[in-house]
């Protein structure tokens, strides 16, 4: 085997910052997603969602950063271009959502997609001893699994 400057296989990592870059354009639809949602809520709940998907978004922006930086981290080149993003992702694309309830399932529906990658990627980077991402995956797990259930709540239904 041969290993890079972290101690880890590079062929193993090379694989691992594929679906890394996966991640990351999935993570730039469903961030846009929100962003959308965010600018164009209407209804009486306008006031508790907008602020709501403003932390998301936050969240998301903030993951999205983590994400390119760790692709760099591992000797590889983020995403960087919408072509790229959308001939990627997977999650779906949200297109003039003013609805609470249609927003509320949009993030649902993304989050159980990038939630899918991502335990993808715990097991590869487990499998490739790549602590860093592996630690990344469980962080994301982790928040996103609390947001479904959250979202779930408001839906009141359960996991």
Same mark, same amino acid.
């Given at each position: @085997?041969?290993?890079? &400057?972290?101690?880890?296989?590079?062929?193993?990592?090379?694989?691992?910052?594929?679906?890394?870059?996966?991640?990351?354009? $999935?993570?730039?639809?469903?961030?846009?997603?929100?962003?959308?949602?965010?600018?164009?809520?209407?209804?009486?709940?306008?006031?508790?969602?907008?602020?709501?998907?403003?932390?998301?978004?936050?969240?998301?922006?903030? $993951?999205?950063?983590?994400?390119?930086?760790?692709?760099?981290?591992?000797?590889?080149?983020?995403?960087?271009?919408?072509?790229?993003?959308? &001939?990627?992702?997977?999650?779906?694309?949200?297109?003039?959502?003013?609805?609470?309830?249609?927003?509320?399932?949009?993030?649902?529906?993304?989050?159980?997609?990038?939630?899918?990658?991502?335990?993808?990627?715990?097991?590869? &980077?487990?499998?490739?001893?790549?602590?860093?991402?592996?630690? @990344? @995956?469980?962080?994301?797990?982790?928040?996103?699994?609390?947001?479904?259930?959250?979202?779930?709540?408001?839906?009141?239904?359960?996991?």
């Amino acid at each position: @085997m041969t290993y890079n &400057s972290l101690g880890l296989d590079i062929f193993k990592t090379k694989d691992l910052t594929n679906d890394l870059n996966d991640l990351l354009a $999935n993570f730039q639809i469903y961030y846009q997603n929100l962003r959308g949602i965010h600018w164009n809520i209407k209804g009486k709940r306008f006031f508790d969602l907008h602020v709501k998907f403003e932390e998301l978004y936050t969240e998301a922006n903030i $993951n999205v950063d983590d994400i390119a930086e760790r692709i760099l981290t591992l000797g590889e080149t983020p995403f960087h271009t919408f072509e790229d993003y959308i &001939s990627r992702a997977k999650v779906p694309v949200g297109k003039n959502i003013s609805q609470d309830e249609k927003a509320m399932r949009l993030i649902v529906d993304s989050l159980t997609v990038l939630l899918k990658i991502e335990r993808s990627l715990l097991e590869k &980077s487990d499998d490739a001893n790549d602590e860093g991402t592996n630690a @990344m @995956m469980s962080d994301f797990i982790t928040a996103q699994e609390k947001t479904i259930w959250m979202m779930k709540a408001w839906f009141n239904e359960s996991i």
